[in-house]
């Protein structure tokens, strides 16, 4: 079965801090997609990343970093110099064979950014 | 890029009446769609997946007497909450996918309440 877990229910930082969201997944299939949405208080998903199984690359966008590890069944999120507008919940999903391709959620983390 | 419409926005209806959702993607056709249900502070909560021209795919505990899919054309699907009474009210949120493509791309949900 595939499951994502994300064990950090909230998450409350300064203005400028670093701040690293972890996900950690299960699944069986060998190839799954792992995503990352992010939902401000508007309620609209966001969409921030997709990543291929295949592709263990690290992703940088801006201040937005993704650190896949294969090993550890993780990719987690880390954004640099964080702001207030970055204050949301953000999800990490699995998607793959074995769920017919259909999303599977993490709880969610919520990201409180203090100015 | 992708672009999935909802309307209405949010909504306000009394108990026992019937509400309709839609869902459109704009810019392509989408053979998939799937509605979510989000409470607060809690993930999304897939309520079924519907395929154009065929009969909506319910998940467990989801009453599809209750709510009513319909996915009569590539680029609109509807989701009618019937009889509403107030624990209906939530966050509904739809997403369309594109033939052979697993990413889901989401609308900006529909907020409902019921009074």
């Known amino acids: 079965a595939q499951k994502v877990t994300q064990a950090q229910t909230e998450i409350s930082v300064v203005e400028k801090e670093d701040v690293t969201l972890d996900c950690v997944y299960e699944t069986r299939d060998t190839t799954y997609y792992l995503f990352w949405y992010k939902q401000p208080p508007s309620g609209e998903l966001v969409f921030l990343i997709r990543?291929?199984?295949?592709d263990e690359q690290n992703e940088i966008s801006g201040r937005y970093s993704w650190n896949f590890q294969k090993s550890t069944s993780s990719f987690n999120f880390t954004i640099t110099a964080s702001q207030v507008v970055d204050s949301a919940v953000y999800f990490c999903?699995?998607?793959?064979?074995?769920?017919?391709?259909?999303?599977?959620w993490g709880a969610g983390t919520k990201l409180i950014i203090k100015p | 890029g992708a672009v999935v419409s909802q309307h209405p926005s949010w909504v306000i209806c009394k108990s026992g009446t019937s509400v309709k959702i839609e869902c459109r993607s704009l810019?392509?056709?989408?053979?998939?769609m799937f509605w979510y249900r989000q409470f607060p502070k809690q993930s999304l909560m897939l309520m079924a997946t519907s395929n154009e021209g065929s009969k909506a795919t319910y998940e467990q505990g989801v009453e599809k007497d209750k709510f009513l899919i319909n996915h009569a054309s590539l680029t609109l699907s509807t989701l009618t909450v019937t009889s509403a009474h107030p624990e209906d009210s939530s966050f509904y949120i739809c997403s369309a996918q594109a033939p052979r493509h697993y990413e889901q791309y989401f609308g900006p949900g529909t907020r409902l309440t019921v009074t």
């Open positions: 999903a699995l998607s793959g064979r074995d769920s017919n391709y259909q999303l599977i």
């Open positions: 810019d392509f056709q989408a053979t998939t």
């Open positions: 990543r291929n199984s295949f």
